[in-house]
């Protein structure tokens, strides 16, 4: 049983900064693409950041040199340091996992972002 728990959300001033967790079980993400989206209330959900199984990294442009993700393969476990914060980052944060970003089959919950 695949399971990704999302953490370290919350509220924060703008310019501000978080670091958001997703903690794996039942998969080994180092064989893994790992990814992050946001969606924003009345909006559609967006692509955020991506690190693929090799270590590679991918960003939308709204974030790029604001946001870094990360995984740590021994604790199983991805990352998105986000800094310079804007209210335009505020959404509900989740992270997915697949054998690429084109097939990503399990989804955490999401941890709210709030910048404000």
């Known amino acids: 049983h695949v399971q990704l728990v999302e953490s370290g959300g919350g509220l924060v001033q703008p310019g501000g900064s978080l670091r958001l967790s997703c903690a794996a079980s039942?998969?080994?993400?180092?064989?893994?693409?790992m990814t992050w989206f946001r969606q924003a209330p009345g909006k559609e959900r967006e692509g955020v950041a991506a690190?693929?199984?090799?270590?590679?990294?991918r960003y939308d442009a709204s974030v790029e040199g604001r946001f870094t993700i990360s995984k740590d393969n021994a604790k199983n476990t991805a990352y998105l340091r986000m800094n310079s914060l804007k209210s335009e980052d505020t959404a509900l944060y989740f992270c997915?996992?697949?054998?690429?970003?084109?097939?990503?089959?399990?989804w955490g919950q999401g941890t709210q972002v709030t910048v404000s």
């Open positions: 690190i693929e199984a090799d270590g590679i990294t």
């Open positions: 997915a996992t697949g054998s690429s970003v084109a097939e990503l089959n399990y």
């Open positions: 039942g998969i080994d993400i180092s064989a893994y693409c």
